[in-house]
């Protein structure tokens, strides 16, 4: 029997590459726009951390992390999210004495233990972009900014904001009052979970995707009618950045995201054409986190997404995207004595920096310049009995079809003079 992959795992093939470079390439060249710089954490945390970090009430803490007690007996997670390990790092590293806000954003694996579907595993590749140490509205029109420029530069189409704001401590408990009030009168009409989150984390009941609790949630009472005057004006200030902006936004009263460490803002970004799931990323301010986790305040606002995701939507919308591997320059033999002297000129190009291949094996000249054109190289360079005597090459252009001999030592400088037609 062959070994597969886990369930709920993918392997990322070379043809799969280019979109994953693709995205990866758009999201330094935005971020580095903005000034957010690259910050790397462990893909494993204390387990502690999550648990008051995320809530113990959220799926992702009960259902869902990869958690094991290692050999000295600690408790550790394989990270579900990256803004508590961030959070974890600004407090270790003393990053609050840098200038605010503090700009960072992070690329790698995270894993939850759910059931697997189109762009979603169980180990999946998510980037993260966060601002830590401000308060300003500003900071949040900047962060959703940063969303809404990395989906419109990697080619999504129509694209619109779902905002909400949750309310802070001090306004949050009024608003939960009001919550479980109108849901005890519905407890029939919701499944076994949201009767177990009423209870433990009433805000969670807003977030349940089970079609039987979606009438109960539509007509639950809007947070925003809970809000104080400090959450009121925040939110007022954000959507006046955002009606400057021209960007299309809507109110979603639903909107309260799946983590517990969110405060006042939450987001996130639609766009047209990826199917019933319209959201590619998620995000919003989570000024009680590092609390949570055993730090001094540190207001804090942020998103995520992930990358399986990104690259189905952008196959499913046919975006095209540039090939990471084709080669300039494709070196073919006619035999063993000539193979020998093209390894030599290969080792050059090399240390010149031009990507260069070779046909490998004692394959016919014929068939190594199909595998030349098969692989999309500009350049064949062949090498012979004659152009050993002669210290030349014949270089064949790949797409015009026109062949001539060139002395090796002049083949770089033909390379470079040529390859842009």
Same mark, same amino acid.
């Given at each position: 029997?062959?070994?597969? #992959?886990?369930?709920?795992?993918?392997?990322?093939?070379?043809?799969?590459?280019?979109?994953?470079?693709?995205?990866?390439?758009?999201?330094?060249?935005?971020?580095?726009?903005?000034?957010?710089?690259?910050?790397?954490?462990?893909?494993?945390?204390?387990?502690?951390?999550?648990?008051?970090?995320?809530?113990?009430?959220?799926?992702?803490?009960?259902?869902?992390?990869?958690?094991?007690?290692?050999?000295?007996?600690?408790?550790?997670?394989?990270?579900?999210?990256?803004?508590?390990?961030?959070?974890?790092?600004?407090?270790?590293?003393?990053?609050?004495?840098?200038?605010?806000?503090?700009?960072?954003?992070?690329?790698?694996?995270?894993?939850?233990?759910?059931?697997?579907?189109?762009?979603?595993?169980?180990?999946?590749?998510?980037?993260?972009?966060?601002?830590?140490?401000?308060?300003?509205?500003?900071?949040?029109?900047?962060?959703?900014?940063?969303?809404?420029?990395?989906?419109?530069?990697?080619?999504?189409?129509?694209?619109?904001?779902?905002?909400?704001?949750?309310?802070?401590?001090?306004?949050?408990?009024?608003?939960?009052?009001?919550?479980?009030?109108?849901?005890?009168?519905?407890?029939?009409?919701?499944?076994?979970?949201?009767?177990?989150?009423?209870?433990?984390?009433?805000?969670?009941?807003?977030?349940?995707?089970?079609?039987?609790?979606?009438?109960?949630?539509?007509?639950?009472?809007?947070?925003?009618?809970?809000?104080?005057?400090?959450?009121?004006?925040?939110?007022?200030?954000?959507?006046?950045?955002?009606?400057? #902006?021209?960007?299309?936004?809507?109110?979603?009263?639903?909107?309260?995201?799946?983590?517990?460490?969110?405060?006042?803002?939450?987001?996130?970004?639609?766009?047209?054409?990826?199917?019933?799931?319209?959201?590619?990323?998620?995000?919003?301010?989570?000024?009680?986190?590092?609390?949570?986790?055993?730090?001094?305040?540190?207001?804090?606002?942020?998103?995520?997404?992930?990358?399986?995701?990104?690259?189905?939507?952008?196959?499913?919308?046919?975006?095209?995207?540039?090939?990471?591997?084709?080669?300039?320059?494709?070196?073919?033999?006619?035999?063993?004595?000539?193979?020998?002297?093209?390894?030599?000129?290969?080792?050059?190009?090399?240390?010149?920096?031009?990507?260069?291949?070779?046909?490998?094996?004692?394959?016919?000249?014929?068939?190594?310049?199909?595998?030349?054109?098969?692989?999309?190289?500009?350049?064949?360079?062949?090498?012979?009995?004659?152009?050993?005597?002669?210290?030349?090459?014949?270089?064949?252009?790949?797409?015009?079809?026109?062949?001539?001999?060139?002395?090796?030592?002049?083949?770089?400088?033909?390379?470079?003079?040529?390859?842009?037609?």
């Amino acid at each position: 029997m062959l070994f597969q #992959s886990p369930k709920g795992t993918k392997d990322v093939l070379p043809a799969e590459q280019p979109y994953w470079h693709y995205v990866e390439d758009t999201i330094r060249r935005v971020v580095r726009l903005y000034e957010y710089e690259r910050l790397d954490m462990p893909v494993f945390e204390e387990t502690e951390l999550f648990q008051r970090g995320v809530g113990e009430g959220t799926d992702i803490v009960e259902k869902e992390m990869y958690t094991f007690k290692d050999k000295g007996g600690t408790s550790i997670t394989l990270r579900p999210e990256f803004t508590a390990g961030i959070v974890r790092a600004y407090l270790q590293h003393g990053m609050s004495n840098l200038p605010k806000p503090v700009k960072v954003w992070a690329m790698g694996p995270v894993f939850r233990y759910e059931r697997p579907q189109a762009g979603r595993y169980r180990q999946h590749t998510q980037f993260d972009v966060e601002a830590l140490g401000e308060q300003d509205p500003a900071v949040d029109y900047e962060i959703m900014s940063i969303a809404w420029h990395l989906y419109e530069a990697l080619g999504f189409k129509k694209l619109s904001f779902q905002i909400n704001s949750i309310g802070c401590p001090v306004c949050r408990p009024n608003f939960l009052d009001r919550l479980v009030s109108y849901y005890k009168d519905h407890l029939n009409e919701v499944c076994e979970d949201c009767r177990k989150r009423l209870d433990k984390n009433p805000l969670r009941l807003l977030d349940c995707k089970n079609p039987q609790c979606q009438p109960a949630i539509q007509g639950a009472p809007p947070v925003i009618e809970s809000l104080c005057d400090e959450c009121g004006a925040h939110f007022q200030t954000l959507r006046a950045y955002l009606d400057d #902006s021209k960007r299309q936004y809507s109110l979603n009263h639903r909107l309260v995201r799946g983590l517990d460490y969110y405060t006042k803002t939450v987001f996130e970004v639609w766009a047209q054409g990826i199917g019933a799931q319209n959201a590619v990323c998620g995000g919003g301010r989570y000024d009680g986190l590092a609390e949570a986790i055993g730090g001094p305040p540190v207001p804090a606002v942020g998103f995520a997404s992930g990358m399986e995701r990104i690259v189905l939507s952008l196959k499913e919308e046919e975006v095209d995207v540039p090939d990471t591997l084709r080669p300039r320059v494709y070196f073919a033999f006619q035999d063993e004595k000539a193979k020998k002297e093209g390894v030599r000129l290969l080792t050059t190009f090399h240390q010149a920096g031009v990507e260069s291949i070779m046909g490998f094996g004692s394959r016919s000249l014929k068939a190594q310049l199909r595998e030349a054109n098969r692989r999309g190289a500009r350049f064949a360079i062949i090498l012979g009995d004659e152009e050993l005597k002669n210290h030349t090459a014949q270089v064949k252009d790949m797409e015009g079809s026109t062949q001539e001999s060139v002395p090796w030592d002049d083949l770089l400088t033909f390379i470079w003079k040529h390859e842009d037609g």
